[in-house]
């Protein structure tokens, strides 16, 4: 049977085929890496955040997600605490001298308490587009069709999979998550939950926000930025992140590590 027109893989690699997802939970952080010790969450999710609870549902090494835009379905809500946290990052290289000298890692000794300024009872609908990733190569019988990829990650939506549980920027802040009308605001009861929440009626200027990271061999991270900005309660999210001239930093100062998926 041949192959629909909508489900012909496209010419450019970089098209892609649109999906979204509403996710929702009780506690939120979208740490800023400037303000990573203390913590600090945008007011918003972040795209890297929206990818990461995307691949979460449904991944494959042959396809990419690019978040296109963030709807925000309840009003920005703060809170402040403090919890218990380590100073020390513990790298693989840390482990080798420990085990070698017949040592162990004592975290009440690193323990330490830090504040953090966090989101509550936040929902949104991430929209984005599937599309092959640009090494992808086709497995023996299984042709690359972006179309295959997309259904999936549909379905999976619709039973509750996922590869692994997604969160809200902090590992320790579970997402619930479904199709567009899943998520309705506990007022309106569940008999209503038939017509997708609307975004909320807020718009403001967010002003540089963290894009997406880029993770090298050697474990470091590098960051890309974009301009955010809210037009009633829809967040759109460029292709392209901003170059280190309009930033106004040499390249490289963008590098840095930080917890968590931001």
Known sequence: MPTEAKDRPPADRSVGLPVDVEVWGPLACFTRPELKVERVSYPVMTPSAAKGVLEAIFWKPEMVYRVTGIEILRPVSWFSMRRNEVKTVVGSRTVRDLRAGGKRFDVATERTQRATIALQDVAYR?????????????????????????????????????????????????????????WQPAETGEAAAVQPAVPVPWSDELGVMLHSITYADDGSERY??????????????????????????????????????A
């Open 126 to 182: 991430i929209r984005a587009d599937v599309s092959l990733a640009p090494d992808a190569r086709p497995r023996e019988g299984e042709p690359l069709v972006p179309a295959k990829y997309r259904d999936q990650f549909v379905r999976r939506v619709k039973r509750g999979a996922c590869f692994s549980e997604p969160f809200l920027g902090c590992r320790e802040f579970s997402a619930a998550f479904g199709p567009s009308g899943s």
């Open 224 to 261: 890309s930025w974009f301009r955010a900005s809210v037009r009633n309660g829809v967040m759109e999210v460029p292709a392209v992140p901003l170059g280190a001239e309009e930033l106004g930093i040499l390249p490289g100062e963008e590098t840095g590590r930080t917890g968590g998926r």
